[in-house]
């Protein structure tokens, strides 16, 4: 069992940055493949960026591809999302998870159906 705990997020202006903050609990931390998704209103939830357990590899949504940094602390069992040139439709709720290894590929972490545990969730507004 893992339990992953988000920070950071909020209202900031379009062009500004923010970073989130994912701290798990429980089982070793180094075992999962973590990634960071966001869900619109009405919309599906969609994947942003994915790193492996290492940290070395990461993948990222075409979407945000220059604008937004995965990484993670594996001595601190923390995985952020650094988000720069932020614009309005990046305004969503965001949200990290945990998936257990599955796969040497990073693609295929791009499902959400890939992962086990998922954290609470973070609001983040991009204001115009």
């Known amino acids: 069992q893992v339990q992953l705990v988000q920070s950071g997020g909020g209202l900031v202006q379009t062009g500004g940055s923010l970073r989130l903050a994912c701290a798990a609990s429980?089982?070793?931390?180094?075992?999962?493949?973590m990634g960071w998704f966001r869900q619109a209103p009405g919309k599906e939830r969609d994947f942003l960026a994915t790193?492996?357990?290492?940290?070395?590899?990461?993948l990222y949504a075409d979407s945000v591809k220059g604008r937004f940094t995965i990484s993670r602390d594996n001595a601190e069992n923390t995985v952020f999302l650094q988000m720069n040139n932020l614009k309005p439709e990046d305004t969503a709720v965001y949200y990290c998870?945990?998936?257990?290894?599955?796969?040497?590929?990073?693609?295929?972490?791009?499902?959400?159906?890939?992962?086990?545990?998922w954290g609470q969730g973070t609001p983040v507004t991009a204001a115009s």
């Open positions: 998870a945990a998936a257990a290894y599955r796969s040497p590929s990073l693609a295929d972490y791009r499902r959400a159906q890939q992962y086990d545990y």
């Open positions: 790193t492996s357990r290492d940290g070395i590899g990461t």
């Open positions: 429980g089982r070793a931390f180094t075992t999962y493949v």
